[in-house]
C-alpha cells in the first residue's frame, strides 16, 4: 500500500506521455526522419528542465531520497558506449519506444509492445550476463 502513490505518479506520467502524443510511432518516426520539431522539442525541454531542477537542488542544497549528496558523475565516451548508444537507438527506431512509453502504449492497448517489453527486458538480461566480456 505504501507505493500506491508511484502508481498513481505512474498512470499520471503515461496519460501526459499519451496527451502530447510522445508516445506516437508516427511522431517518433518524423523524429527520426527529421520531418517534426515536436519530439526535438519536448526532450529539450525535459532536458532544460532537468539540469535547472539539479541545479536549484544544489544551491537548497537538498539531499537524495537516501539522505546522500545529489551529484552526477560524468561518464567517458568510449567504444562501447558508443555501440550501446547505437543499439538503444536502433531498438527505439524499429519499435518506435523507448523503453519508459512501452508501459503507457501497453496501457492504451496497443499489445503487441508486451512482444517489445519482454525484448527489452531479455536485452537487460543479456547485458547483464555479458557484461564482463563487453568493452566499457
Given at each position: 500500500m505504501k507505493n500506491i502513490k508511484y502508481l498513481l505518479?505512474?498512470?499520471?506520467?503515461?496519460?501526459?506521455?499519451?496527451?502530447?502524443e510522445v508516445i506516437s510511432w508516427f511522431r517518433i518516426q518524423e523524429m527520426f526522419r527529421f520531418q517534426s520539431f515536436h519530439m526535438y522539442g519536448v526532450i529539450g525541454s525535459a532536458?532544460?528542465?532537468?539540469?535547472?531542477?539539479?541545479?536549484?537542488?544544489?544551491?537548497?542544497?537538498?539531499?537524495?531520497?537516501s539522505g546522500g549528496e545529489i551529484k552526477i558523475e560524468g561518464k567517458d565516451l568510449n567504444y562501447g558506449t558508443a555501440i550501446g548508444g547505437l543499439i538503444f537507438g536502433l531498438g527505439w527506431a524499429i519499435t518506435g519506444a523507448c523503453p519508459g512509453p512501452i508501459f503507457a502504449l501497453i496501457g492504451n492497448g496497443h499489445l503487441a509492445f508486451i512482444v517489445v517489453l519482454l525484448s527489452a527486458i531479455g536485452g537487460t538480461w543479456l547485458y547483464g550476463a555479458l557484461k564482463e566480456k563487453l568493452p566499457h
Open positions: 505518479l505512474g498512470t499520471v506520467f503515461g496519460f501526459i506521455l499519451t496527451k502530447t532536458l532544460v528542465m532537468g539540469v535547472v531542477s539539479l541545479q536549484i537542488m544544489k544551491k537548497l542544497n537538498m539531499h537524495a531520497s
